[in-house]
């Protein structure tokens, strides 16, 4: 059975352009969801931290917008894709997906259809709602409320209501289990690790979050994993802001960066602009963070030298696979990273 280094940051907190920090570490969705296939698939791999300190789930990878049903998110798709044809012309943000109710789509249409409305009929009256909602910014259940819709505002604020409760709950499940996973507990340290027992794992997989900006990507123990493995062509994998650890990765005998050249992918900078921390939302009464993110990593993987690959469109599933690297772009990667990585252990 072939053995993964699950390559987890420890880091707590991102220091920001104007000096102030702000909480950060591992994303949650980017840490079980891989976890989870890889328990699934029965791979052997042991958690690991760069300093053996348990990593910090990042508070903002919990808010419920990042939990919402499959369903839902799967059925809002098919409605934003009637009327997104040219990505050029329409850009649906973050904003766009989580804040304005959007998501409630799925649920009335239901309540929709149990009003008498055909498919057809109740398809394109949320279609053209939607599309309302986003053009002038408003909330999805105030563009929907006319003589047209045989629902009430009360109504589709109910079913909208619905999926948020139920993402909330996923939310607090998401929390629960990662706080009882024993690895994440009680990880590896793989400063204290020699190159022989380095080379004894067959991959590695880091998740993101922000923390993987602070003790991932400027890191010895990180190089000489990476430059082992590497050497052995064991798959090398990461996610979102995972692939900050490639940038510890030395050069190779002709003074180029290890993986000069290759395809990769990671948050891009227009997604890590929409998700300043500025941008973030704050507990009532809280201050709003001012400072932004000291650097970006698309523009760094790009001036290290490789060829950088993303989605057409922002917080779509994007997964790089070039040689033995595996790359994702975002949160939605998450299961085709884990995936692509079974496949390169031949457990898929």
């Given at each position: 059975m072939p053995r993964l280094m699950f390559l987890v940051s420890s880091a707590r907190v991102l220091p920001l352009d104007d000096g102030t920090t702000y909480e950060?570490?591992?994303?949650?969705?980017?840490?079980?969801?891989?976890?989870?296939?890889?328990?699934?698939?029965?791979?052997?791999?042991?958690?690991?931290?760069?300093?053996?300190?348990?990593?910090?789930?990042d508070p903002y990878g919990l808010e419920p917008i990042f939990h919402y049903p499959d369903e839902d998110e799967d059925f809002l798709g098919t409605i934003t894709r009637t009327f997104a044809h040219d990505i050029d012309d329409i850009r649906l943000t973050l904003r766009h997906i989580t804040e304005l109710?959007?998501?409630?789509?799925r649920r009335i249409f239901q309540a929709l259809r149990g009003k008498g409305l055909s498919p057809v009929e109740a398809r394109e009256l949320i279609s053209k709602a939607a599309k309302d909602s986003w053009e002038r910014d408003r909330q999805f259940a105030d563009t929907l409320t006319g003589p047209a819709c045989p629902l009430t505002r009360a109504e589709i604020g109910?079913?909208?209501?619905?999926?948020?409760?139920?993402?909330?709950?996923?939310?607090?499940?998401?929390?629960?289990?990662?706080?009882?996973?024993?690895?994440?507990?009680?990880?590896?340290?793989?400063?204290?690790?020699?190159?022989?027992?380095?080379?004894s794992y067959d991959a590695v997989f880091a998740p993101g979050?922000?923390?993987?900006?602070?003790?991932?990507?400027?890191?010895?123990?990180?190089?000489?994993?990476?430059a082992i493995l590497h050497e052995a062509s064991a798959p090398i994998a990461s996610?979102?802001?995972?692939?900050?650890?490639?940038?510890?990765?030395?050069?190779?005998?002709?003074?180029t960066w290890l993986f000069d050249g290759y395809r990769v992918t990671a948050i891009t900078n227009e997604e890590e602009y929409q998700t300043e921390p500025s941008a973030r939302p704050v507990a009532d009464g809280a201050e709003r963070p001012t400072g932004q993110v000291q650097w970006q990593i698309e523009s760094a993987l790009r001036n290290?030298?490789?060829?950088?690959?993303d989605a057409r469109a922002p917080w779509t599933s994007h997964v790089v696979v070039d040689r033995n690297l595996i790359t994702g772009q975002n949160p939605n990667s998450s299961e085709a990273v884990a995936d692509a990585v079974l496949k390169s252990l031949n457990l898929l």
């Open positions: 950060t570490g591992t994303f949650a969705e980017e840490a079980l969801t891989p976890y989870e296939r890889f328990v699934e698939a029965g791979l052997d791999f042991d958690v690991v931290t760069p300093d053996g300190n348990p990593p910090n789930i109710g959007l998501i409630g789509a109910q079913r909208i209501g619905e999926v948020i409760a139920e993402s909330e709950a996923e939310s607090a499940r998401v929390a629960r289990t990662l706080a009882e996973i024993p690895g994440f507990r009680h990880p590896l340290n793989l400063g204290e690790m020699s190159d022989e027992q380095m080379a979050g922000h923390g993987p900006m602070v003790d991932l990507a400027d890191n010895p123990d990180v190089r000489r994993l990476l996610l979102c802001h995972g692939p900050a650890m490639l940038l510890s990765a030395g050069a190779k005998v002709d003074g290290a030298g490789a060829v950088f690959d």
